[in-house]
């Protein structure tokens, strides 16, 4: 099963999410994927999470995780021990979303959400500084990416398989060409070991 984690003020709506429902189901494989609607709410979020994959195994369990995501889906990996893509993750968003307290619109969508003061100290809660057994996550990071440090993304998953993507931007509008490379990680196809920290 492949759960995908959409970032801060998206959806399962993103074109990302629909690009990978589409090239499953183009596989045979549409109920192979999920893609929750996530809380504003950091801690609601983990638990909407882990309340959907508390029935899978570890070795059945892919998450993808973007920007925000990104962040929920390494906190996840560490505690569940699966496997993890990670798309421009989120660093430090209880700093970056300060900013962004109130009211906000959904992106894709025409609902709203409410960032309230207490969900930084949320994001606080499950920092994850380090990472362990990096083999078990795909780093894909774009040096384009506006909002994000791509050096900062590189450093914290250092080991991990890791494509630097020379250009595009935050929300990798050229997703599509990395389709087959993500997909490649969640079934497997990856060796352990350590990452190239590849270029293109």
Same mark, same amino acid.
């Given at each position: 099963?492949?759960?995908?984690?959409?970032? %801060?003020?998206?959806?399962?709506?993103? $074109?990302?999410?629909?690009?990978?429902?589409?090239?499953?189901?183009?596989?045979?494989?549409?109920?192979?994927?999920?893609?929750?609607?996530? =809380?504003?709410? =950091?801690? &609601?979020?983990?638990?909407?999470?882990?309340?959907?994959?508390?029935?899978?195994?570890?070795?059945?369990?892919?998450?993808?995780?973007?920007?925000?995501? !990104?962040?929920? /889906?390494?906190?996840?990996?560490?505690?569940?021990?699966?496997? /993890?893509?990670? *798309?421009?993750?989120?660093?430090?968003? &209880?700093?970056?979303?300060?900013?962004?307290? !109130?009211?906000?619109?959904?992106?894709?969508?025409?609902?709203?959400? #409410? %960032? $309230?003061?207490?969900? *930084? @100290?949320?994001?606080? @809660?499950? #920092?994850?500084? $380090?990472?362990?057994?990096?083999?078990?996550?795909? *780093?894909? @990071?774009?040096?384009? #990416?506006?909002?994000?440090?791509?050096?900062?993304?590189?450093?914290?998953? /250092?080991? @991990?398989? &890791?494509?630097?993507?020379?250009?595009?931007?935050?929300?990798?509008?050229?997703?599509?060409?990395?389709?087959?490379?993500?997909?490649?990680?969640?079934?497997?196809? %990856?060796?352990?070991?350590?990452?190239?920290?590849?270029?293109?």
């Amino acid at each position: 099963m492949i759960v995908y984690l959409h970032g %801060f003020r998206s959806s399962p709506a993103s $074109r990302k999410a629909t690009l990978l429902r589409q090239a499953l189901a183009a596989r045979g494989r549409a109920t192979e994927c999920a893609c929750p609607q996530l =809380p504003a709410s =950091p801690a &609601q979020a983990i638990d909407v999470a882990l309340t959907l994959v508390r029935d899978l195994r570890v070795d059945e369990l892919v998450l993808i995780g973007s920007s925000l995501g !990104g962040y929920y /889906a390494t906190w996840l990996a560490e505690q569940l021990g699966c496997r /993890a893509v990670l *798309l421009n993750p989120a660093i430090r968003p &209880q700093d970056d979303l300060a900013r962004y307290l !109130g009211v906000q619109p959904v992106f894709f969508s025409t609902e709203h959400i #409410d %960032f $309230r003061p207490e969900y *930084l @100290a949320e994001l606080e @809660a499950i #920092d994850t500084p $380090r990472i362990t057994r990096p083999e078990r996550y795909l *780093l894909i @990071a774009a040096t384009g #990416d506006a909002v994000i440090d791509c050096r900062s993304m590189t450093r914290k998953y /250092a080991g @991990a398989h &890791q494509h630097v993507i020379v250009g595009s931007d935050h929300e990798l509008s050229d997703f599509a060409r990395y389709i087959e490379e993500v997909l490649a990680f969640c079934d497997g196809q %990856f060796a352990d070991a350590k990452g190239t920290g590849e270029r293109e």
